[in-house]
């Protein structure tokens, strides 16, 4: 079983709150709360609570008792001055009042690691740890090269890189579960206030084969000689199906007929090899050996219609203070993201 550690306590099982018979603590009016006002220790549990769904499993996992958990909840209702869980018989579920703050204790607690850790990384600029999350196909080139550089350099550095689609990565940012996210999305995701965004580059979808394909054999293929093919087609991106498929029909051709739905990157790399099909890639966004460009197995075709364009970028929530470790990694994407925009030009 995980457990999550309460800060304030270690050992036994703490017992921090009143008896049974005590008062719990009353509730005053809602208003606006000093942020001073808000306990750190009180935020955690009230989290435990939430991510666990019930009291009595929260206080096993802070390691405290369920009534001291209860008394903890009690006291940053009293402080808010509203009602954060819907208690009954199956657990404790928040309120609209408990949904909003789930968001913003995350993002303080985050905060305050980060400022205990940058002031420890002050002693050692070498160590610290960094949150990253990455889009799938950022998480091919660009990151992995930043990464090892950075790691050569501060092998003492504890990474942490959380992978899947883009939209997924932002979610994570937004709830205070990764430092910052590199994403490319085939569709724009919008940018909310809180939220700081950084271009990378710009790069455009591909149309990727085996160097043996008889496709190969043309200059410049069109829609009409890609209409007949097997295409692979990530299953989670039912927009980039829907891309595909509205590609053809503008062009006044049938939508593909035969395609093939797959998360999978090494069988999708592997079928590619093995088979006439055919998938839609980007240069400097997909695996090394994806680019012919950089000598991989493939051909790559840019075809009219299909040329859909990518942004690569970097996004980070502007009330966090990013730890030195995340900033170094940060400057490690920057450099291999602007080596990989001078090797295409000079290309």
Not at 75 to 82: A, D, I, K, Q, Y
Not at 105 to 127: D, P, V
Not at 159 to 172: K, Q
Not at 307 to 333: G, N, V, W
């Amino acid at each position: 079983m995980n457990r999550r550690a309460d800060p304030t306590r270690s050992g036994a099982i703490a017992q921090d709150a009143p008896a049974d018979h005590a008062e719990l603590p009353r509730r005053s009016a809602p208003g606006v709360v000093p942020a001073d006002r808000l306990d750190l220790k009180l935020l955690s549990r009230f989290l435990a609570v939430v991510e666990h769904g019930s009291f009595a499993k929260a206080a096993r996992a802070v390691n405290l008792t369920q009534q001291a958990v209860a008394y903890s909840i009690a006291s940053l209702e009293e402080t808010l001055g509203v009602s954060l869980f819907e208690r009954d018989q199956l657990g404790a579920m928040p309120t609209e009042h408990g949904r909003r703050l789930t968001h913003h204790a995350r993002a303080l607690l985050t905060e305050a690691m980060r400022t205990t850790e940058s002031l420890h990384a002050l002693q050692s600029a070498t160590a610290g740890s960094v949150r990253i999350g990455v889009s799938e196909l950022l998480s091919a080139q660009v990151v992995p090269v930043a990464l090892a550089r950075l790691l050569g350099r501060h092998p003492d550095i504890d990474v942490t890189v959380r992978e899947g689609t883009s939209e997924r990565i932002y979610d994570l940012l937004q709830r205070g579960e990764v430092d910052f996210m590199v994403g490319a999305p085939p569709v724009s995701i919008p940018l909310r206030d809180n939220v700081e965004q950084e271009l990378l580059f710009e790069d455009f979808d591909y149309v990727a084969m085996r160097t043996g394909h008889p496709i190969a054999s043309l200059s410049e293929p069109t829609l009409a000689d890609l209409q007949k093919l097997t295409w692979i087609v990530p299953r989670s991106r039912e927009e980039q199906y829907q891309f595909l498929c509205e590609s053809f029909l503008v062009a006044g051709l049938e939508a593909p007929r035969y395609v093939i739905r797959s998360d999978g990157l090494a069988f999708g790399i592997n079928l590619l090899l093995l088979t006439d099909y055919v998938s839609l890639t980007s240069l400097w966004l997909s695996p090394q050996i994806m680019n012919a460009k950089a000598g991989g197995l493939f051909r790559t075709y840019r075809v009219r219609g299909l040329d859909r364009k990518r942004r690569a970028f970097i996004r980070f929530m502007r009330s966090t203070t990013l730890s030195p470790a995340a900033q170094a990694l940060i400057a490690e994407i920057r450099t291999a993201a602007g080596q990989l925009r001078r090797s295409d030009h000079d290309s």
